[in-house]
C-alpha cells in the first residue's frame, strides 16, 4: 500500500490547528465539568462558573484589559458584528458618520454596508502601495460626526500591520470611539489595549491556536458601561451584551491558547519571519518575476503575498499536491471578483487573480518549507509554460 503523503498546511491566516495542550485544556469540560456556569446554586455549576472567571482574567492579563472588559463570543465575525452594530445603534444623532478602511476583513466591511442605509454616513480610507493606511485621509475623513473608527489591527491577506496608536490619536481628538480587527494580532505582534489606544477589540479563537466557534469583543470600561446595545437578547451572560449559556470548553481553550501565544510571541514569531524569508528567496531564485505584497517594514511574520507575473493562481494551486496555500482571500475564494485587498493596493485585476497568499505557523518545519517554495517555483513555470503558446497565438 502506497503512504499517503501529508498535506504541507501553509494556510495559518485561514485557521490554525489548536493546539495540543489547548484540547488537553478543554477536554474535562466536556466530560465532567460540563455543569451550566449560571447555575452557581450547585458546586459543579460554581466549578464551571471559576473556570470562566480564570479564563476571563487570562484573556485580559494578555491583553492589558480587566477581566470586566472581556465579552466572549463566537469569534471575530461575531465580535466584528456586535462592536459596530452596537456602537451604529447606541450613537446620539448628531454623530452619524462611521469611518474604516477599505481593507477591512468582510466581516467589517459588510456589516458597514448594512448599517449605511440605516442613515449612516460610511466612509472607507484607501491604503498605499503596501496596504498601511492613509492616515492624511484618515483625518480629512474623521470629524466631530464621526461616531467610531474601525481598522484592523493586521491584515489577513498581506500582513501588513497598521499603526494603531495614530489611528487611535485620530479618533478620539474628534471624540469617536475606536475599534479594531485584532484576529490575525494575537501571538503575533505583541498586543495592548492602553498603548494602542482601542475603546473596542476582537479576537478569535482559532486564529491563535485555539478552538473555532469562540473569540471575544474587549470593552473598554467593562461591559456594564459599555456604550452599546445586544445583538441578542434573552440572558443576562456577558453583563446581558452577549446572552446564552458560555461555550465553557471554548472558552478555556480561548484563554489557554491566548496564554500559550503570549508565552511564545517572540520566539515563535523570531522563528516563522526567518522561515518566511528563506521561502521567498528561494521562490524568487527560481521565478525572478514574482512580486512581494505588503508592507516589508510592518508584516507579520508568517505572511507571505506573492504575485506571480502571468500565471493564474488557481492553475498554480491546481498544479501543487498536497501544499495549502490559498488564492488572494479565502473568505472570497470560489467568488469570480478580485480581493477586494490586493486591489486596494493598486494590484490589477489581472495581477489578483495571480496572486497567492501563504501563511507560515507555529508547526511549519523547516523541510516543509523547502519542499513547498520547490513545489509553488515549479508549478509557477509549468503554468506559465502552458499558457505562452496561446498567449502568442492571442497576441
Ligand atoms: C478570521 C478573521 C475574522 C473572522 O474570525 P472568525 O472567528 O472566523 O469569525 C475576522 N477578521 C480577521 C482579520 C480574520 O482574519
Known sequence: MRKKAMTIYLDYHASTPCD??????????????????????????????????????????????????????????????????????????????????????????????????????VVLVPVDGEGSIDLAALVDAVDDTTAFVSVQAASNEIGTIQPLEEISQIAHRSGAAFHSDAAQAMGRIPIDVGAWGVDLMSLSGHKCYGPKGVGCLYVRGGVRAAPMDPLLFG???????????????????????VEIATESRETETERIGVLRDRFEQLIAEQFPAVRRNGCVRRRLAGNSSLTFSGVDAEALIANLSDIAVSTGSACSSGAIDPSHVLTAIGL??????????????????????????????????SVLQASCPETAGAG
Open 235 to 257: 440572558g443576562g451572560q456577558e453583563g446581558g451584551l452577549r446572552p446564552g449559556t458560555h461555550n465553557v470548553p471554548g472558552i478555556v481553550g480561548l484563554a489557554k491558547a
Open 348 to 381: 490589477s485585476r489581472e495581477e489578483a487573480h495571480e496572486t497567492i497568499r501563504v501563511g507560515l505557523g507555529r508547526f511549519t518545519m523547516e523541510g516543509e518549507v523547502l519542499t513547498a517554495a520547490a513545489g509553488i517555483a515549479e508549478a509557477a513555470k
Open 20 to 121: 495540543p495542550s489547548v484540547v488537553e485544556a478543554m477536554l474535562p469540560y466536556f466530560l465532567e465539568r460540563f455543569a451550566n456556569p449560571s447555575s452557581t446554586v450547585h458546586k459543579a455549576g460554581q466549578r464551571t462558573a471559576n473556570a470562566v472567571s480564570a479564563a476571563r482574567q487570562t484573556v485580559g492579563d494578555a491583553i492589558g484589559a480587566l477581566p470586566a472588559e472581556i465579552v466572549f463570543t463566537a469569534g471575530a465575525t461575531e465580535s466584528n458584528n456586535l462592536a459596530l452594530q452596537g456602537l451604529a445603534r447606541a450613537a446620539p444623532s448628531d454623530r452619524r458618520r462611521i469611518v474604516s478602511s477599505v481593507i477591512e476583513h468582510k466581516s467589517v466591511l459588510q456589516t458597514l454596508m448594512f448599517l449605511q442605509p440605516q442613515g449612516f454616513d
